[in-house]
């Protein structure tokens, strides 16, 4: 809270003495959310410099200004030529029409029937796609309707899913799948192999949830030790007290050794990131977890994130663990990625799967309102902008690459839509590898590794069809 409050007043003071605090409100009536998104875009946009657009020299009077904000269909059409390098740089800047909604999900609340799948292409077909269950939130619609990892769907309301009715389909807020199973025809061949229609019909609706962020906690023994298993969706800004309350079973199960499950993490609160860090270790309380550097105009917003004894006053629990092992995919993203980024000047940290997301920077939410802020938001719309601002880095200035985190060598490994497995059971493929190496079993871990990939090629995931993403690295 009292980093948002310093970026406020900082905010406030750069907008009163700004190159247009003599510019009459009135001005740009016609395109008054534009003036709101070049204003702010101008002042905390992490690659300003990158943007000739953005330069505080770049209008010459008020009438240039305002014919230049003029030029816009739309206020989404200014805040893209505003990006720098979409494609490759920043792929994750948003700007939304409607910010409740957007508040929502940064609290992990959002409308969903709970079920999460990848689509790929279907086997033998160019135009098919085959949908596979990858996780059923707890609680939700598609949980109390009986929907597993694992499941198959090739049809939405019989009608089969291609790439180009999948968006239909499936941004309805209420639709039948009808579950199907891969037939191999008996043969070793693949080029015969098809999915068939199996009877299940799955009648799905999407209701407003709140997501319980950490989704499974589990503690196993192997080779006469203990091992503790969290996997945690999502960097959700009070979530941490219940974080720590698991930590708190495991410290009395006496673990020792931890397997953290992001495989499906997009992120979230870079201040709850540095509390799970502080869980894991311990012995580092007072040092550096996370660098925060903003543009040449928040310079004095740059911020370092010490590990921490206490949440609130309250004592952490810490494992005081020296190796942990992490489970990505390519969902694991931004603050994810900071956690892993962050640890590892400091403990070993084995990362089991594939490349994550690649996503380094921090964002915060920005309103029509004199310092951009919640408060005082202009009633007239619901628009805010949620720009990168700054880059997350580790004590040793690191940040993590575009291409994403890579996994340890010898721990490569992408799921395979026909052995998911089930998440916290100890047979669970990803877990089942790193339980295999605390046990030092080479003939397990290999075992997992032979399985055969029969599907492959995804195309789009369950976070295609949200208006915008959740999680982030939210610089709190």
């Not at 003599?22 to 003036?35: A, G, H, K, M, T």
């Not at 949908?131 to 089969?160: C, H, M, P, W, Y």
């Not at 992120?267 to 270790?281: D, H, K, R, W, Y």
Request: with cysteine.
């Amino acid at each position: 809270m009292k980093r948002i409050k310093a970026l406020v007043v900082l905010l406030a003071a750069l907008v009163l003495t700004s190159c247009f605090e003599d510019r009459d409100d009135n001005l740009v009536q016609s395109s008054s959310i534009n003036d709101f998104v070049w204003k702010a875009m101008n002042l905390v946009y992490l690659y300003k410099s990158e943007i000739p657009n953005l330069a505080d020299d770049r209008f010459g009077s008020n009438a240039e200004y305002s014919e230049y904000l003029n030029g816009f269909s739309s206020p989404e059409a200014l805040f893209e030529s505003l990006i720098y390098q979409r494609e490759t740089v920043d792929r994750f800047s948003i700007i939304v029409d409607d910010y409740i909604t957007l508040e929502q999900r940064l609290q992990g609340i959002f409308k969903t029937n709970g079920m999460e799948f990848a689509l790929y292409a279907a086997p033998n077909s160019d135009t098919e796609l085959v949908g596979v269950v990858r996780l059923v939130l707890n609680g939700s619609e598609a949980d109390i309707k009986g929907v597993k990892r694992g499941n198959l769907f090739t049809q939405v309301d019989g009608t089969t899913i291609t790439r180009t009715n999948a968006g239909s389909l499936l941004n309805q807020d209420v639709y039948t799948i009808n579950l199907g199973t891969y037939n191999d025809k008996g043969t070793t061949e693949t080029s015969d192999d098809s999915i068939e229609p199996n009877g299940t019909n799955i009648v799905l609706e999407k209701f407003q949830f709140t997501e319980n962020p950490i989704h499974i906690s589990e503690t196993f023994q192997v080779g006469g030790e203990n091992v503790g298993y969290v996997m945690y969706n999502g960097f959700t800004a009070g979530s941490e007290n219940s974080l720590n309350n698991v930590f708190a079973n495991f410290k009395s199960s006496n673990v020792q050794h931890l397997v953290l499950d992001l495989r499906y993490n997009p992120g979230g609160s870079v201040t709850t990131t540095t509390f799970l860090a502080s869980m894991i270790t311990g012995q580092f309380t007072g040092q550096v977890f996370e660098k925060l550097v903003y543009n040449e105009n928040l310079q004095e917003l740059n911020f370092d994130y010490l590990f921490t004894s206490n949440i609130n006053g309250s004592a952490i629990n810490s494992l005081n663990l020296s190796k942990i092992y992490v489970l990505t995919t390519d969902r694991s993203a931004s603050a994810s990625e900071g956690l892993i980024n962050g640890l590892k000047p400091y403990i070993e940290v084995v990362q089991i799967g594939i490349n994550t997301t690649g996503k380094t920077q921090a964002s915060r939410v920005f309103y029509d309102s004199a310092d951009f802020g919640r408060q005082g938001a202009n009633p007239a719309h619901t628009y805010a902008i949620q720009p990168l601002i700054a880059n997350g880095i580790n004590k040793n200035l690191e940040a993590v690459p575009g291409t994403g985190l890579p996994p340890s060598i010898g721990f490569e490994y992408e799921e395979r839509p026909l052995n998911l497995g089930v998440l916290g059971d100890e047979n669970e493929p990803m877990l089942a590898l790193a339980l295999a190496d605390i046990e030092n079993s080479t003939t397990k871990r290999n075992i997992v590794k032979e399985q055969p990939q029969l599907i492959t090629n995804k195309t789009m995931d369950s976070f295609d069809f949200l208006p915008f993403e959740k999680g982030g690295m939210i610089a709190d």
